[in-house]
């Protein structure tokens, strides 16, 4: 009998332990990722600026991606280009997602906000990002990075409103909710106390989405030379620097493609990874 029981018990604790470890591995990799892009500035053997090798130049023992179009090392630069990324689609991410979780569970539990809320979404949803880009740089032409952020910040806020108000719509009709409302509570203890608690893993998986989305929108703006300027060391602005010699050194571009792709990817893994899958649904589903 205790055979059968061992038996019986096996593949369980066996998938627990495989859905622990695939918890467990997007989230270190983005650790690694992020500690990499960090403490990159201080790895790095050569000046942001400094030419070592012949323009695209293959790799070599200098340089150890080859060279840049002005002869720089790809690597070093590669290594100084995360951190600005990580930092402004973390900056994104966190305004969004504060944003829309004050503002969805405002708008459940006011009609009138809510259908403000709503028509607005509606506009914003429709306006291309790289259009908005383009119109918050053009009036804004000193603003660099920051009018960048700008940007991902307004065009991320609408859909990410949609998102949290439509799963906190059901909670709204919970009871201990109406009897919050009807013991006099205000809106705003009601929003952060009874229905903010709730939507924990909502916001989580938000959180990840609108990262992902920060970097794609930082990173277009970057390729397009809005926001960052040369010779900043982006990884978006290096793979348009060095386009015109991707035959001559693919690593000059490759490289920080790969490290954009990476950083979404992980950061994506992980937050749906905690993520209960009710949860992904309703964020990934407009």
């Known amino acids: 009998m205790s055979t059968a029981l061992t038996t019986a018990r096996a593949p369980r604790g066996s998938a627990g332990r495989g859905r622990v470890i695939r918890r467990l591995v997007p989230g270190v990799l983005l650790v690694l990722l992020v500690l990499l892009a960090l403490t990159g500035p201080f790895l790095a053997a050569h000046p942001l600026d400094k030419p070592v090798t012949a323009p695209f130049a293959t790799a070599g023992d200098g340089a150890p991606l080859g060279g840049d179009q002005l002869g720089r090392d790809v690597l070093s630069r590669l290594l100084h280009g ?158 348009r620097e060095n386009s015109s010699g991707i035959l001559l050194n693919p690593w000059a571009v490759v490289a920080p493609s790969l490290a954009i792709a990476a950083l979404a990817i992980s950061v994506n893994l992980a937050a749906t990874s905690l993520a209960p899958r009710s949860a992904r649904k309703a964020v990934i589903t407009p």
């Not at 973390?90 to 259908?115: E, I, N, Q, S």
């Not at 949290?164 to 009871?175: F, I, M, S, T």
Request: hydrophobic letters at 60%; glycine letters at 10%; proline letters at 6%.
């Open 82 to 239: 995360g951190t600005a990324l990580i930092g402004s689609a973390l900056l994104v991410a966190a305004v969004v997602t504060a944003l829309a979780a004050l503002a969805g569970c405002f708008a459940v539990l006011h009609p009138a906000v809510g259908r403000a809320v709503e028509r607005t979404a509606d506009v914003f949803i429709l306006l291309p990002p790289i259009l908005g880009i383009m119109l918050i740089a053009l009036a804004w032409p000193g603003g660099g990075r920051w009018a960048v952020i700008s940007a991902a910040i307004i065009l991320g806020t609408p859909y990410a409103v949609r998102v949290v108000a439509g799963a906190a719509a059901p909670l709204a009709d919970a009871g201990y909710v109406e009897a919050a409302l009807a013991g006099g509570e205000s809106l705003t203890y009601t929003a952060t106390r009874e229905l903010l608690p709730n939507l924990r893993s909502t916001i989580l998986a938000l959180f990840g989405l609108r990262f992902v989305e920060a970097v794609y929108v930082i990173s277009m703006a970057g390729f397009l030379q809005i926001g960052p300027q040369p010779p900043a060391a982006d990884w978006a602005l290096m793979i």
